[in-house]
T-cell receptor, first 112, second 112 residues
Framework: AQSVTQLDSHVSVSEGTPVLLRCNYS??????LFWYVQHPNKGLQLLLK??????LVKGINGFEAEFKKSETSFHLTKPSAHMSDAAEYFC??????????FGKGTTLSVSS | NAGVTQTPKFQVLKTGQSMTLQCAQD?????MYWYRQDPGMGLRLIYY???????DKGEVPNGYNVSRLNKREFSLRLESAAPSQTSVYFC???????????FGPGTRLTVT
């Protein structure tokens, strides 16, 4: 069965420092993987997607993620955090013929 | 394009009352979804509609019904609201990749 585990429920960084949000997936086959962002009192917005093309995926607002099959990971990174990055981030897995699986979310706090 | 719209934005119900949450999308997407979001639980799928005229249960369908009125509209009905249905409800649509979803702004429902 598919599952998605976001390893940190809360990450705090200072503005201008790197961001790392960790996600591990479990699937019998290579799934499609996504990161979504949710700003306070807003709906979710797609940040980036992996669909078995390039393993390093670039998204919006300077975020990127690397698919590592050997580690079953799809961690989200950004070289330099901005105050506007403070939000909740969801790692999502999809496999054809099944439902989307959402991780429980990681709250990113950015301090000045 | 408005994307995905939801009405109402906020609602307070008494236990046992009924209501319908409305969702519409103007992106000509085939698939539409209803989720609920609760603290620490991520998003959980209530119902989805892969195409006009079809609906299927998701992870937490009990206490809800849906109608895919046409390609644009997908409504969620609570027949007899319970306090456990206090949540934020999101509608989403996608086409063609189910993982690449577009979300509405949400409806914050409180049942007292």
């Amino acid at each position: 069965a598919q599952s998605v585990t976001q390893l940190d429920s809360h990450v705090s960084v200072s503005e201008g420092t790197p961001v790392l949000l960790r996600c591990n997936y479990s699937s019998s086959y290579s799934p499609s993987l996504f990161w979504y962002v949710q700003h306070p009192n807003k709906g979710l917005q797609l940040l980036l997607k992996y669909t078995s093309a390039a393993t390093l995926v670039k998204g919006i607002n300077g975020f990127e993620a690397e698919f590592k099959k050997s580690e079953t990971s799809f961690h989200l990174t950004k070289p330099s955090a901005h105050m506007s990055d403070a939000a909740e981030y969801f790692c999502v897995s999809y496999q054809a013929g099944t439902a989307l699986i959402f991780g429980k979310g990681t709250t990113l706090s950015v301090s000045s | 394009n408005a994307g995905v719209t939801q009405t109402p934005k906020f609602q307070v119900l008494k236990t046992g009352q009924s209501m319908t949450l409305q969702c519409a999308q103007d992106m000509n997407h085939n698939s539409m979804y209803w989720y609920r979001q609760d603290p620490g639980m991520g998003l959980r799928l209530i119902y989805y509609s892969a195409s006009e005229g079809t609906t299927d249960k998701g992870e937490v369908p009990n206490g809800y019904n849906v109608s895919r009125l046409n390609k644009r509209e997908f409504s969620l009905r609570l027949e007899s609201a319970a306090p456990s249905q206090t949540s934020v409800y999101f509608c989403a649509s996608s086409n063609p990749l189910p993982g690449e979803q577009y979300f509405g702004p949400g409806t914050r429902l409180t049942v007292t």
